[in-house]
């Protein structure tokens, strides 16, 4: 398991999350992770079994009603500026060019000092961008913008990086293509990071362990060590037999097969 001499990045301990109070509608029940540093976990579960409120639980963006939710041995009631988080859809200001836009989280998280301070230039080379630094939004491909989105959590140096189906939106070729991209990313830096997706091809491909929720409310009944060789390189990955073995076992316990 990566990072097994590194400690415990994330623990949540029979977490409950109800919304609109005690009576209302249960989100989460009881659910009970440790995810070590540098792991690559992944979530998966139905649609609306709690896996985004979980994330923004970890983000700090949501509160919950029993149990905890840890980060470093810290509780997580706020967000935190160790902690890069990249929604489903690429929030980028259209006004601003890609450098402007890389920087913007830095800027308002540590002040302008900070963001005039980093390094774009490596973080335009390592996203595969170069060459379109000075461009806007709206001249950039879905790939180029998810791509930004993941250089905005980047630039802030983040031990742990949240993710929450940024590829869901995209076609298949170019998901794949930012599969590549993250596992090149995750192999040079070894983040802590959490993906929520519903590809159980994704989840086995990028990660170290696998967790599964249940319906409604979201209960952990899974958690799947993905035992393939890193680095991967997905044209290989693919074609091991234990990546099919992974694949059909989590759509087993999906309910899919």
Not at 11 to 16: A, D, F, I, M
Request: aromatic share 4%; net charge negative.
């Amino acid at each position: 398991m990566a990072g097994s001499l590194m400690g415990v990045a994330i623990r949540v301990e029979n977490l409950t999350k109800f919304y609109g109070g005690p009576t209302g509608t249960k989100a989460l029940e009881d659910v009970d992770i440790a995810i070590e540093d540098c792991e690559f976990i992944s979530i998966i579960g139905p649609s609306g079994c709690g896996k985004s409120t979980l994330l923004r639980i970890l983000a700090g963006l949501h509160g919950f009603d029993t149990g905890s939710a840890a980060m470093f041995d810290e509780g997580v009631d706020a967000p935190r500026d160790d902690v890069g988080v990249v929604f489903q859809t690429a929030n980028l200001l259209p006004w601003l060019t890609v450098d402007k836009n890389l920087t913007l989280a830095l800027e308002i998280r540590r002040g302008k000092a900070a963001a005039e301070a980093a390094d774009v230039g490596a973080m335009v080379e390592m996203l595969n961008l170069k060459g379109f630094e000075d461009k806007y939004p709206h001249e950039l491909s879905g790939g180029m913008k998810h791509r930004v989105a993941i250089g905005q959590a980047l630039m802030q140096n983040p031990r742990v990086l949240l993710m929450d189906e940024p590829f869901g939106a995209l076609d298949a070729l170019t998901r794949d293509r930012l599969n590549i991209e993250l596992l090149r990313l995750w192999q040079r830096d070894r983040k802590t990071v959490v993906l929520i997706t519903h590809s159980i091809s994704e989840a086995v491909l990028l990660s170290d362990r696998v967790l599964v929720l249940s319906e409604r409310p979201g209960r952990l009944i899974a958690d799947l060590k993905i035992d393939l060789p890193r680095p991967r390189d997905p044209s290989i990955t693919r074609d091991m037999p234990a990546f099919g073995d992974h694949v059909v076992e989590l759509s087993r316990i999906m309910g899919v097969v």
